[in-house]
């Protein structure tokens, strides 16, 4: 088993389809093993995407991300990493194959619904970054 990090966007928030994408991930196989609703604030976005530092869409990005509440979440399945990716599709959703996340609830390639983590390595700093040890919780009970 695997894990990885997801999140929410404040795009998918304010629409009203955080549950419609906890439901898409769970009937792709994903278990939830711990969530939490915040606010981001401008350095925890801009922490959170410091890879991106620099690049034209940086600020423009850490402003939407700060935009509105978001829901990280980490979901444990086998080949968790690479199979979110394949369920969330591509960055921009026009690219996005048909029936991923980005596909149905996105609506340009900044307001694109969801993040996921792109390696394991990332993944494991992602899910940290949220989320302390003792609130990871057994998705098997
Ligand atoms: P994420 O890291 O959020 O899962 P991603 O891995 O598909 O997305 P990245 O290249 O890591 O894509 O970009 C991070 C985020 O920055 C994108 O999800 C999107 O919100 C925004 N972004 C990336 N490229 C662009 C761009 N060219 N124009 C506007 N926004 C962009
Ligand atoms: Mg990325």
Redesign the pocket.
Same mark, same amino acid.
């Given at each position: 088993m695997e894990r990885t990090l997801a999140i929410i966007k404040p795009d998918a928030m304010g629409a009203g389809k955080a549950g419609k994408i906890l439901a898409h991930l769970e009937t792709s196989g994903f278990r939830v093993c711990a969530l939490r609703m915040m606010r981001l604030t401008e350095a925890q976005a801009g922490a959170f995407?410091a890879v $991106?530092r620099g690049r034209p869409?940086y600020e423009?990005?850490v402003r939407f991300m700060t935009s509105g509440p978001v829901i990280p979440v980490v979901l444990e399945a086998e080949n968790a990493v690479a199979r979110l990716r394949e369920v969330i599709g591509a960055?921009d959703p026009a690219e996005a194959a048909e029936g991923t996340i980005r596909k149905l609830y996105a609506g340009s390639?900044?307001r694109?619904a969801i $993040?996921?983590s792109?390696s394991p390595k990332a993944a494991a700093e992602e899910v940290s970054f949220f989320f302390p040890q003792e609130a990871l919780v057994d998705p098997e009970g």
């Open positions: 995407y $991106h869409f423009s990005l960055t390639k900044e694109n $993040h996921a792109d």
